[in-house]
Nanobody, 126 residues
C-alpha cells in the first residue's frame, strides 16, 4: 500500500517562494496521478494542482502562473513549487493519489479516498 507524506511547509513572507514535497513509500509514485490540495482554517479541502503520470500538470485559477507541480521519480516524490506567495495561500497542504478523467470540458481529478494525512502547514504573513 502506497503511503504519501507531505513536507516542506513553513512560514514565509508575501512574495517569497517555497517548495513542498510529497514522498511515497511502499510503492512507486510514478504509477499514480497525484494532486495537491489545501485547506485553509474553517474551509473545505480545495484542489490546487494535479500532475498525471506523464508529468503534465493542471492548476486551479488562483495559482496559475505561480505554482508548478512536477515529478522527481528518482526521489519518488511529487513536488509543488510555489512562487510569489500570497497571504491567501495560507493553508495546510496535502497530496493525494487518484485518477484523472477526461470530460468534454477538460480533465478532472478524482482522489482515491477521503482519508487525509497530517499535511504540511504553509503560512504566508508579513
Amino acid at each position: 500500500q502506497v503511503q504519501l507524506v507531505e513536507s516542506g511547509g513553513k512560514m514565509v513572507q508575501p512574495g517569497e517562494s517555497l517548495s513542498l514535497s510529497c514522498t511515497a513509500s511502499g510503492g512507486l509514485i510514478s504509477r499514480y496521478p497525484i494532486a495537491w490540495y489545501r485547506r485553509a482554517p474553517g474551509k473545505q479541502y480545495d484542489l490546487v494542482a494535479f500532475v498525471d503520470t506523464g508529468g503534465e500538470s493542471e492548476y486551479t485559477d488562483s495559482v496559475k502562473g505561480r505554482f508548478t507541480a512536477s515529478r522527481d521519480n528518482a526521489k519518488n516524490t511529487v513536488n509543488l513549487q510555489m512562487d510569489n506567495l500570497r497571504p491567501e495561500d495560507t493553508a495546510v497542504y496535502y497530496c493525494k493519489r487518484g485518477n484523472i478523467w477526461t470530460t468534454s470540458t477538460g480533465r478532472i481529478f478524482r482522489r482515491r479516498d477521503d482519508t487525509w494525512g497530517q499535511g504540511t502547514q504553509v503560512t504566508v504573513s508579513s
